[in-house]
């Protein structure tokens, strides 16, 4: 029997590992819009209620993933009787927890509650027609500017891609939250009423759990593919020649 002298020696075979890399991992956008008003000046067991909600905040920064970017917007902070006392106290990023803290000890309790102007203005900077993304809304009072808070909602619902404004109403009595109530349910979110320092930290960290989970893209939940393994096709070998 006769065979190629090729086969004298060693047979190679090629073996091609294919390895596909992990996906990215997704950012979490969160926005969160503090209410500053003249109300907030008001206290609950002795501590004002502005102060409350800067320690709860303060404790919120410790808990946040690694990938959360963190923004926030004040309303209601610099001028009495002004609907357009709105500002971006810090811009949407990782968070550094000195520069934050800094941003919120200077917020003061004097004016109105524009919050659905302070909710567009959030939504708009997030880009929600292009990303996902997350408000945060704490107020302890309804809408005082003219503005309809369940018509804001289902006007960002339609315009987003993936958008939800969770919403925290602090020290408001039940039966008065309507407004707030349906700002979150017309985009997707929770509403969380707080009466207390307690649990107003405690709902700050629900909500900001919530958004994380949400924000997390398929890709993530998805485990990492496995190696493929390629072999050569079998008409490659070298058979005897009979």
């Known amino acids: ?28 956008n969160l926005l969160l819009v503090l209410d500053s008003s003249g109300s907030m000046a008001g206290q609950i067991d002795g501590e004002v209620k502005l102060d409350i909600a800067r320690s709860a905040i303060g404790e919120l920064l410790g808990k946040l993933r690694p990938t959360t970017r963190l923004g926030l917007i ?39 509650t524009p919050l659905s ?11 929600i027609s292009e990303s996902k993304a997350t408000v945060i809304l704490v107020s302890d009072g ?37 407004g707030l109530q349906c700002l979150a ?13 307690t649990s107003l930290e405690n709902a700050i960290y629900e909500v900001a759990k919530a958004a994380e989970t949400q924000r997390r893209s398929l890709a993530d939940r998805r485990p990492p593919r496995s190696p493929r393994l390629r072999l050569p096709n079998s008409s490659q070998f070298l058979r005897p020649n009979r």
């Open 185 to 197: 349910d017309a985009t997707g979110g929770k509403y969380v009423a707080a009466g207390d320092a």
């Open 74 to 112: 004040a309303y209601g902070h610099r001028r009495e009787g002004d609907c357009g006392d709105i500002e971006t106290i810090y811009d949407v990023g990782v968070p550094d927890g000195a520069a934050v803290t800094e941003a919120i000890g200077r917020l003061r309790a004097v004016g109105k």
């Open 142 to 178: 309804n809408e005082n500017c003219g503005a309809d808070p369940c018509e804001l909602g289902r006007e960002l619902a339609a315009r987003s891609i993936d958008f939800r404004v969770h919403v925290i109403g602090f020290d408001i009595k039940s039966g008065e939250d309507a």
């Open 117 to 127: 102007d302070a909710v567009r203005m959030a939504a708009d900077q997030l880009n």
């Open 1 to 28: 029997m006769k065979y190629l002298s090729s086969c004298a020696g060693l047979l190679s075979v090629c073996v091609c590992l294919v390895v596909t890399p992990a996906p990215s991992v997704a950012e979490d």
